[in-house]
């Protein structure tokens, strides 16, 4: 279906590139929406992104020549695009460096010690290897139980041990 645009004033970039006006309506159904991320018009509001479409943008915007930069800077602006690239980083970093609360689901890092842990923010107990809830009157129970659990005699599984570790024993 054609599409009309709002403010149909082209704006020329350096090599002769035409930016998009921001609103677009489909002559069709008159539905409008943002010519930047095809979602429905939200005025001065940024484009949001899903996980997907973020991953697209910031890819074209890391692997861009100058120019393509400089249009997608003029598209959503270039603190958006900053935003966006460190947003999408700090995810990749808690994806590949913490797992979430199996109650809550706050994202915690293992930093050091045994498998037992303790989310501080909903007080759960739970096994950081399989991510089961740890109940009763000793959590340990579960890394000592050779039935139903995978995680019998893992209660320092993957636990590095340094120099002043070993001298403690």
Not at 19 to 47: D, I, S, W
Not at 121 to 139: A, E, I, Q, S, Y
Request: aromatic share 10%; net charge neutral; glycine share 8%.
């Amino acid at each position: 279906a054609p599409v009309l645009l709002d403010a149909p004033v082209e704006v020329s970039g350096a090599n002769g590139g035409r930016l998009l006006p921001p609103m677009a309506t489909c002559a069709q159904c008159r539905f409008t929406f943002c010519n930047y991320c095809r979602k429905v018009y939200h005025g001065l509001e940024p484009c949001s992104f899903n996980k997907n479409d973020r991953g697209k943008l910031l890819k074209e915007y890391q692997n861009g020549d100058a120019e393509t930069k400089r249009q997608l800077e003029a598209r959503f602006g270039k603190r958006k695009l900053e935003a966006l690239v460190n947003d999408f980083l700090a995810d990749e970093w808690m994806g590949a460096n913490s797992k979430r609360c199996p109650k809550c689901y706050v994202n915690i890092e293992k930093q050091d010690g045994c498998n037992k842990m303790h989310c501080t923010k909903c007080n759960t107990l739970f096994c950081w290897l399989c991510m089961r809830v740890l109940t009763g009157p000793d959590p340990y129970a579960h890394f000592n139980n050779p039935v139903g659990t995978t995680c019998f005699n893992q209660l320092f599984q993957g636990v590095v041990m340094d120099d002043d570790d070993v001298d403690d024993i």
